[in-house]
Every structure is written in structure tokens, then in C-alpha cells.
């Protein structure tokens, strides 16, 4: 049946993706069945082959988006309920798989009517330009869109509303159609960007400076390349934290602080985050490469591992507080390797333990939230809440371990050669003996950032911990 403007209400149709949605629900599935199964991109290819529109259908499938939780732009919401209430008739009508379009227009009851995507049929630019005309008539209404895909609509359409659209396209726009109205609702910035990429978790890529700086070699080749190591380090870590993030949408935005996040927001398009995390990986990898192949190596096990824990290790009890203090460890080897420095037995050893605690100490400031929130698990990970007591003695049993590492390490022959005055390293024992048991407190209060390593760069008891920690080293090496 076809609505006539003289005879109806004018029909207001909007686009979902980028539009009425600061996101794509093609990515949102594509990254929720990733997160699902490692094997979804090789079975989402095979669809392809059949179609965009066969790959929608089989991630609608697959994958299990919440759309109840999706980053929607209240500004187009607000322009689609003052259509409504003016009389005015609403069509959702997007690229998406109808399964997707039906359970957003379920959720918001802002539409009169839904079309979508069928698995055969990608109803996308010409197309839909030609099924809203035989829909609503010629001119028969107002389309609302935000990309280039949209200017075979705006073109038989009697209004064109734009949304965030850059000036070339809100050019087109205007040569498109007649009418034309502009609606920025989020100004552009590089900010979310550079969130994304987490720049305060590069300081944990310090270690790789730490098998140079145990060994005393201060030279400026060594330097450049642990130098070189860090900036590598950086990079990978970079793409692997926008990986996690994409594979943690559902979760982040469960979480009262993580669903903040960039793309948990909507403040980064899905797709941007996926060509970020290809050109970080890539940029490391060349990187790598050219400090030797021997930190390719290392780096690319690094990586894999940490693949490895964002698709699954991480649901996995004990499994994962192991990988995560194996990840810090490696930072330490693949200093070792850019530097051509051989590794202790006694630094192996105290970090294995020290960053096991640590990763304890992650994951009971996640519980002790969890308990604070009411939920009887943490959100993606396999720990319930009364796994709380274990998790704190694990934390603070490897802790007391690594002090004790390092306490019979003071005792070895190895820091005969290395330190003028030995016992100055007691000191260093007992600071850190403080420090890992205030720690696992703060974190059993509550206080606890989600990472214990940002939370002790901006706490100043922490900070001061590590000042009399190198004054103590300072003493010993020089004294």
C-alpha cells in the first residue's frame, strides 16, 4: 500500500547505522560473533561470498548484539519523537538485517514501520532509494541519513536531513535535493582516538628498559634500542587494546565506567577501530622487524598470546592471571632481546611472582566491584564473587614471594659485582613488602583502579615508594 502526502501524514524515514546509531551493525555483529567463536571471520567470508547481504543475515545469526545497550544518538531520537508528535508518520529503514532493524525499533517504539535488509537483498543506496519511492511515492518523504551511500535517497526524497555529515557530502546534499536541513549532534575530535589507544598503559612497556638498567649497561646504543623496543611494545599494545575493546563491547557496556569507553560509546566508529587495530599491528610489525628477528619473534608470540587471551584465556580461572603476569614477564625478555642482555634467573623469578600478584590484585578490584554493583560474577571473566578471599591470597602470597625472590637475590654473588654496597637492597625489600600489602588492602576497600599498574602512577604513596626505591638502588650502586 502506498502513503500519499495528501492523504497521510508526511513520512518521516531514517537511517540506523551512523544515524539513528553511533555505530554499524554490521561491525557490532561482525566483532560480537569474533568474540563468540575465533573461527567467525573464515564463516562469515564464506557468506560473503553469497552477498553482503547473506553475511548480514549470518551475523545477525551468530552473533548476540544487545541492542538494548547500543550507543543511539538521543539528538536524531529527539528529532524522530517531535516528527511523531506532530503528526507525522516514522519509517526505520536501514542496510542492516531486518532481525537487527526489528529488535531496535522494538526497543526504542519511535516507528510506524521497519524495513531492512533480507539475506537476499542489501537495501542500501540505489536500492533504497527505489523501494522508499515505490513505498511512499515520489517526494513522498523525508530521509534522514549520514553518508554517501544516502544521495540516491536524498535524491527522491522531498527533505534531506544529514547527520554529522562532513561539508563535501552536505554539498552533495544540497545538489541532491531541494530542501535540505544539516544536524551535527557530536563535534569531531582526535581525543576518543588517542583514549583509545590507552597512552597511560605504555608505561608498563618500562620493563623493557629494566634487563639494561639491572645490568648496569648505560651505553647509548643500548639506550636507542631498548628506546626503539618501548615504542614497538607501544604500538602492539595499542592495537591489541583496541582488539579487546571491540571484542568487549557487550561487556563494556554493562560496566558503569567502561561503557565510556570510545567505542563502547559510539564516540569511534566500529570500523575506524578496526583498520586501527590492522595499521598499529602492522606498524609494530615492521618496527619489530627492523630491531631483529630475533624481537619479531618475541613480539609476535606476545601478540598471539595476547589474541589468545582477548577471543578466550581471559574467561578462563587462574588461566588468565597466569597469561596476564606471562605478558608482563615478556615486556622484560623482549628487553632483554632488543639489548642483547641475558636475562637473570633472579629477574625472571621476581617477575613471574610480582606481576602474578598483580594480575590478582586486576582481578580482585573486579570482584569487589562486582560485589558492590550486586552482580555474582565479574562481567567476562570466569570468577564469581565469592571467589573473592582466594583471589586476595593469591595476590598477596605471590607478592610476599617475588620480596622473597629478591631478598635471597640481595644474598647471591650475582650483586657482589653489581652493587658497591649490597645491603642497601634490604631497603628496596621492604618497600616493596609495603607496598604489594597496602595494595591488595586498597584494592579489598574498593579503592582500586581497574589497573593496578595506572592506579600506582597516580597514587602518591605509590609514587613515593618508588622514589625511595631508587634512592635505595642509587645508594647501593654507588655508595
Not at 599494545?237 to 561503557?259: E, Q
Not at 578490584?365 to 560474577?377: I, K, Q, T
Amino acid at each position: 500500500m502506498r502513503l500519499q502526502l495528501d492523504t497521510s501524514p508526511a513520512v518521516l524515514v531514517v537511517d540506523l547505522d551512523g544515524t539513528l546509531l553511533r555505530s554499524d551493525m554490521l561491525y557490532e555483529s561482525f566483532w560480537s560473533a569474533f568474540a563468540r567463536d575465533w573461527r567467525s571471520p573464515v564463516l562469515s567470508a564464506a557468506a560473503l561470498s553469497k552477498g553482503r547481504a547473506s553475511l548480514k543475515r549470518h551475523l545477525a545469526t551468530v552473533s548476540a548484539v544487545d541492542t538494548s545497550t547500543l550507543p543511539y544518538d538521543s539528538k536524531v531520537i529527539a528529532v524522530i519523537e517531535a516528527w511523531r508528535k506532530s503528526g507525522g508518520y516514522t519509517a526505520l529503514v536501514t542496510a542492516s538485517d531486518q532481525a537487527f532493524a526489528e529488535m531496535v525499533a522494538d526497543h526504542l517504539g519511535i516507528f510506524d514501520e521497519v524495513h531492512g535488509s533480507n539475506g537476499k537483498l542489501n537495501l542500501k543506496g540505489e536500492r533504497k532509494g527505489r523501494f522508499l519511492e515505490e513505498r511512499f511515492g515520489p517526494k513522498g518523504f523525508a530521509y534522514i541519513g549520514d553518508s554517501a551511500a544516502d544521495l540516491p535517497v536524498w535524491k527522491r526524497a522531498a527533505k534531506a536531513i544529514t547527520v554529522n555529515a562532513p561539508a563535501a557530502l552536505r554539498r552533495e546534499a544540497e545538489r541532491a535535493c531541494d530542501t535540505v536541513e544539516h544536524l551535527a549532534t557530536e563535534a569531531a575530535s582526535v581525543k576518543p582516538y588517542i583514549k583509545a589507544l590507552r597512552p597511560h598503559q605504555w608505561l608498563k612497556n618500562v620493563l623493557v628498559f629494566l634487563p639494561m638498567l639491572a645490568a648496569h649497561k648505560s651505553d647509548g646504543s643500548t639506550f636507542l634500542s631498548a628506546l626503539f623496543a618501548f615504542i614497538c611494545f607501544s604500538l602492539v599494545a595499542s592495537s591489541v587494546y583496541v582488539l579487546n575493546d571491540l571484542l568487549d563491547l557487550a561487556d563494556d557496556r554493562a560496566h558503569p565506567r567502561k561503557r565510556n569507553r570510545p567505542f563502547a560509546s559510539g564516540s569511534i566508529p566500529i570500523a575506524h577501530g578496526t583498520w586501527m587495530a590492522a595499521g598499529l599491528t602492522s606498524l609494530g610489525i615492521v618496527l619489530a622487524a627492523v630491531i631483529g628477528w630475533s624481537f619479531l619473534l618475541v613480539m609476535a608470540g606476545y601478540y598471539l598470546l595476547t589474541t589468545a587471551y582477548s577471543l578466550h584465556l581471559k574467561r578462563r580461572i587462574v588461566i588468565d592471571i597466569c597469561v596476564l603476569a606471562g605478558l608482563y614477564t615478556t615486556r622484560i625478555v623482549a628487553g632483554g632481546v632488543a639489548t642483547s642482555t641475558p636475562l637473570s634467573v633472579w629477574l625472571l623469578a621476581f617477575s613471574v611472582f610480582f606481576f602474578l600478584s598483580l594480575a590478582a590484585v586486576k582481578r580482585q578490584a573486579e570482584l569487589v566491584d562486582s560485589a558492590e554493583r550486586g552482580s555474582l560474577e565479574s562481567s567476562g571473566r570466569g570468577y564469581h564473587v565469592d571467589d573473592l578471599p582466594i583471589i586476595s591470597m593469591i595476590a598477596i602470597g605471590a607478592g610476599y614471594v617475588s620480596v622473597l625472590v629478591m631478598m635471597l637475590y640481595v644474598n647471591s654473588p650475582d650483586v657482589m659485582d653489581l652493587y658497591a654496597q649490597p645491603e642497601a637492597l634490604w631497603g628496596v625489600c621492604a618497600v616493596v613488602l609495603y607496598w604489594i600489602t597496602r595494595t591488595v588492602m586498597v584494592s579489598h576497600r574498593g579503592h582500586m583502579h581497574d589497573d593496578p599498574v595506572v592506579y600506582a602512577a597516580k597514587d602518591r604513596i605509590s609514587q613515593l615508594c618508588l622514589v625511595i626505591i631508587l634512592a635505595f638502588v642509587l645508594w647501593g650502586a654507588l655508595a
